[in-house]
């Protein structure tokens, strides 16, 4: 009589089907690593016990280095960023699909010398299993830093010219140029913009974007009139802009928060929105909604651009190997142009 085949050993990947649970969450909980709760660790063992899963020891070696948290590093000036309606979506998002793989999420600020050297020792010292990082700008060291890090690293946002092998970003171009054809189709001919820091790659391709449409328009583009992304830079650089251009009749501000600068200065020189002067942001933010009046916009899906950052890193983590992924923009019209 023929020998019964022999059986085959269950995989991490049914104990995790059974339990209900993320992978990472079950290899965790398989190697008694810190950051998961008693339920989902109790589900884990139930479905070993059930299936008679024996851990492979040398993936349990990896599991046990896990530090059970990921880091959010923005390399700005203010810690009062991380207030900025920006960026607290994109810590909503990644917040959400962290919690989905049991991590926890760090936020640091790296901008003094203090602040970078502390993020060059969490990446160098692994203190965390991964780190996204957001907001650099041209020949920033923590690009650098990146590039010799011991642990999975992904960009939101490429950083200038660098390309990175893990990033999430949005179509900056070609939400730009869809915002600046659409000043066009409007009738609008001497179309300005105000863009963000040309010292980061969004500031640069948003820009881009609106220079093509004017090209392709057969229309001459402005010099770039810089803001940094705030309120106040979109007021100045549209005081500015009236300044050296008092017959524009329309303006691509390369965010909300300048867009609403933008309005306000023109609002108190007496120009009529979009009568005299049609206007166009970017992000689709609450302040584009409560604009006077309410600012037509670029949409990006900022909630997005964080979730699918977290779920790029914590592919990684787990030793996957996922391709860059660029999000998409949409035009959101409401009264301003």
Same mark, same amino acid.
């Given at each position: 009589?023929?020998?019964?085949?022999?059986?085959?050993?269950?995989?991490?990947?049914?104990?995790?089907?059974?339990?209900?649970?993320?992978?990472?969450?079950?290899?965790?909980?398989?190697?008694?690593?810190?950051?998961?709760?008693?339920?989902?660790?109790?589900?884990?063992?139930?479905?070993?016990?059930?299936?008679?899963?024996?851990?492979?020891?040398?993936?349990?070696?990896?599991?046990?280095?896990?530090?059970?948290?990921?880091?959010?590093?923005?390399?700005?000036?203010?810690?009062?960023?991380?207030?900025?309606?920006?960026?607290?979506?994109?810590?909503?998002?990644?917040?959400?699909?962290?919690?989905?793989?049991?991590?926890?999420?760090?936020?640091?600020?790296?901008?003094?010398?203090?602040?970078?050297?502390?993020?060059?020792?969490?990446?160098?010292?692994?203190?965390?299993?991964?780190?996204?990082?957001? @907001? !650099? &700008?041209?020949?920033?060291?923590?690009? +650098?830093?990146?590039?010799?890090? *011991?642990?999975? =690293?992904? $960009?939101?946002?490429?950083?200038?010219?660098?390309?990175?092998?893990?990033?999430?970003?949005?179509?900056?171009?070609?939400?730009?140029?869809?915002?600046?054809?659409?000043?066009?189709?409007?009738?609008?001919?001497?179309?300005?913009?105000?863009?963000?820091?040309?010292?980061?790659?969004?500031?640069?391709?948003?820009?881009?974007?609106?220079?093509?449409?004017?090209?392709?328009?057969?229309?001459?583009?402005?010099?770039?009139?810089?803001?940094?992304?705030?309120?106040?830079?979109?007021?100045?650089?549209?005081?500015?802009?009236?300044?050296?251009?008092?017959?524009?009749?329309?303006?691509?501000?390369?965010?909300?928060?300048?867009?609403?600068? @933008? !309005? &306000?200065?023109?609002?108190?020189?007496? +120009?009529?929105?979009?009568?005299? *002067?049609?206007? =166009?942001? $970017?992000?689709?933010?609450?302040?584009?909604?409560?604009?006077?009046?309410?600012?037509?916009?670029?949409?990006?899906?900022?909630?997005?651009?964080?979730?699918?950052?977290?779920?790029?890193?914590?592919?990684?983590?787990?030793?996957?190997?996922?391709?860059?992924?660029?999000?998409?923009?949409?035009?959101?019209?409401?009264?301003?142009?």
């Amino acid at each position: 009589m023929a020998e019964d085949a022999p059986r085959r050993q269950p995989t991490l990947d049914e104990v995790t089907e059974l339990a209900g649970v993320s992978r990472s969450v079950a290899s965790r909980a398989l190697n008694n690593a810190p950051h998961v709760s008693r339920a989902k660790r109790e589900a884990v063992e139930r479905a070993v016990r059930q299936l008679g899963y024996v851990p492979n020891p040398t993936a349990r070696a990896l599991a046990t280095r896990q530090t059970g948290a990921a880091a959010l590093v923005v390399s700005g000036e203010d810690p009062s960023i991380f207030a900025d309606p920006f960026f607290a979506q994109v810590i909503v998002g990644a917040s959400a699909a962290l919690e989905e793989a049991d991590l926890h999420l760090m936020l640091c600020l790296a901008a003094s010398d203090r602040g970078r050297k502390r993020v060059e020792e969490l990446l160098r010292s692994k203190g965390a299993d991964g780190v996204m990082l957001m @907001a !650099l &700008r041209e020949n920033d060291p923590l690009a +650098r830093m990146a590039e010799e890090a *011991v642990m999975p =690293v992904v $960009f939101g946002g490429r950083p200038v010219g660098s390309a990175p092998r893990w990033y999430v970003d949005v179509d900056n171009v070609g939400g730009a140029r869809e915002a600046t054809e659409f000043l066009v189709s409007r009738g609008r001919t001497r179309v300005a913009a105000i863009c963000g820091r040309l010292d980061t790659e969004a500031g640069r391709a948003r820009y881009r974007g609106y220079r093509d449409a004017m090209l392709a328009a057969r229309l001459d583009p402005f010099p770039p009139q810089e803001g940094d992304f705030t309120e106040p830079s979109g007021a100045a650089a549209m005081a500015a802009l009236l300044v050296n251009h008092p017959d524009l009749d329309g303006v691509f501000a390369a965010n909300d928060n300048m867009g609403a600068g @933008a !309005l &306000r200065t023109l609002r108190e020189a007496g +120009r009529l929105v979009p009568a005299d *002067v049609a206007v =166009v942001g $970017f992000d689709d933010l609450a302040v584009a909604q409560i604009a006077d009046p309410p600012l037509t916009t670029v949409h990006q899906p900022i909630a997005a651009l964080g979730r699918e950052m977290a779920r790029m890193l914590v592919a990684l983590i787990s030793g996957q190997d996922p391709t860059p992924l660029i999000l998409p923009t949409r035009l959101v019209i409401r009264f301003s142009a």
